[in-house]
């Protein structure tokens, strides 16, 4: 009997990220001294006022199934968030919290897309949207967002990927993997190109919001455009900012029919979160606030080593990023080069596999994120290993011919 695999998964890609993480861990129980900066994953603990709150739910019993939509400490919690950080206004039935900002994505076009519907994703874009559209049975369409533009959404080249059956533009600033950012006035000419289309809903993925460097800051689209507010999904969770990957904590505030559809689609799949995750988020999002703030200057200072040490690079670009923790450069300088074991970089995939097996550096290739040639490089390890790694793909990039 053969398995049979539904036609919803049929074709989908494996995000490059799993697979450049997985071959890294290969050749490191192989016995190689494998750098990886291939996954999004702060390097720092937790709060320990979260890990001592989830400890205290424990204790106290607070094990039983929760509320599907969030507990209302939580709840609470992220209203008053938004509302100091973002001037978003909710009540608590239009907040959402979900296991991590994924199942948030899962959740929304779960909920909203019909077969054939079209999902702007703006490229270079986080792996997970195009993959979840599709599961759907929704349809992305990419946006080239190029690097001569910052890696900016341009409104122009959003008119123009706007049809009758677009449902949703997704809008993730600072940016995976590009590290840019969407300003005010960016963002308010992206309002004016949504009002001529009252149908396009957005999804504004704003995982990493804090982590802006140079004294830029994050703005929501929601609070430039307010008028727009009923059809926006702003999302976020605790996973980047406080360093709170494995607790799957993610949350979404919006307009209360599309919360309580998504509510619906989770309560069939995974029903509320963790009760002692969610009392961690509770006590993370009371926590002072300068733990936030010492870890983006130090990924600030972490792009600036890596950025200096690409940009002296023949052969690669390097865009300055203004947030998240990514680099992001170009790469076609090295198009057509063989390695010194006589690999062809045809593309950025032969690049990052070359620089893994003969460099023992683990990166992402653009293809992933649907822009190349570039690669991605995650600036969440220390100093010491991203001074190593930039050695490596120096020495690597000096011997391609
Ligand atoms: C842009 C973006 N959005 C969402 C997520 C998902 O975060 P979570 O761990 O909360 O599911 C990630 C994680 O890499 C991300 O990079």
Redesign the pocket.
């Known amino acids: 009997m053969t398995f049979h695999v539904a036609g919803r998964l049929r074709g989908l890609p494996q995000p490059a990220t799993i697979a450049m993480s997985t071959r890294a861990r290969e050749l490191r129980a192989e016995g190689a001294d494998v750098i990886s900066l291939a996954l ?1 994953e702060p390097d720092f603990p937790s709060p320990p006022e979260a890990v001592e709150a989830a400890a205290a739910a424990g204790r106290a019993g607070d094990t039983r199934y929760p509320p599907i939509g969030g507990q209302p400490a939580l709840k609470a919690a992220i209203v008053d968030k938004f509302r100091r950080q973002n001037r978003l206004d909710f009540t608590p039935e239009q907040i959402l919290v979900a296991n ?4 948030v ?1 899962f959740n929304a076009f779960m909920a909203t897309l019909e077969p054939g519907d079209e999902v702007i994703v703006p490229a270079p874009y ?1 792996v ?1 949207y195009p993959i979840i559209a599709r599961m759907m049975g929704g349809v992305p369409v990419e946006v080239p967002c190029h690097e001569a533009s910052g890696f900016r959404l341009r409104p122009v080249a959003l008119r123009a990927a706007i049809t009758p059956r677009t449902r949703w533009l997704v809008l ?1 600033f600072p940016n ?1 993997p590009s590290g840019a950012i969407m300003e005010r006035a960016d963002l308010e000419a992206i309002a004016d190109v949504l009002r001529d289309a009252p149908h396009v809903w957005v999804l504004a ?1 704003e ?2 919001e804090h982590l802006t460097f140079d004294g830029r800051k994050h703005v929501s689209l929601a609070a430039v455009a307010p008028d727009l507010a009923g059809r926006i999904l702003t999302m976020n ?4 900012a406080y360093a709170m ?1 494995g607790w ?3 949350f979404a505030g919006g307009p209360l029919p599309l919360i309580k559809a998504m509510t619906s689609v989770q309560s069939n799949a995974t029903s509320g979160v963790c009760t002692l995750a969610q009392a961690g988020a509770v006590a993370a999002l009371g926590s002072p606030f300068e733990r936030v703030e010492t870890m983006r200057a130090t990924y600030q200072a972490r792009r600036d080593r890596v950025v200096a040490a690409l940009r002296a690079l023949d052969g690669l670009t390097c865009a300055r990023p203004d947030g998240a923790f990514y680099a992001y450069p170009g790469i076609s300088g090295v198009i057509g080069k063989t390695s010194a074991r006589g690999r062809l970089m045809a593309s950025d995939l032969d690049f990052a596999e070359a620089l893994l097996e003969e460099a023992h550096v683990a990166t992402v290739p653009g293809a992933a994120f649907g822009m190349s040639p570039h690669i991605r490089l995650s600036f969440a390890a220390s100093d010491a290993q991203l001074d190593e790694a930039c050695r490596r793909i120096a020495d690597f990039v000096r011997t391609l011919r």
Not at 100 to 103: S, V
Request: hydrophobic share 30%; charged share 20%.
């Open positions: 999004g991590g900002g994924k199942q994505i986080w997970s993730n995976n993925d995982i990493y969770g605790m996973a980047k990957t799957r904590v993610g």
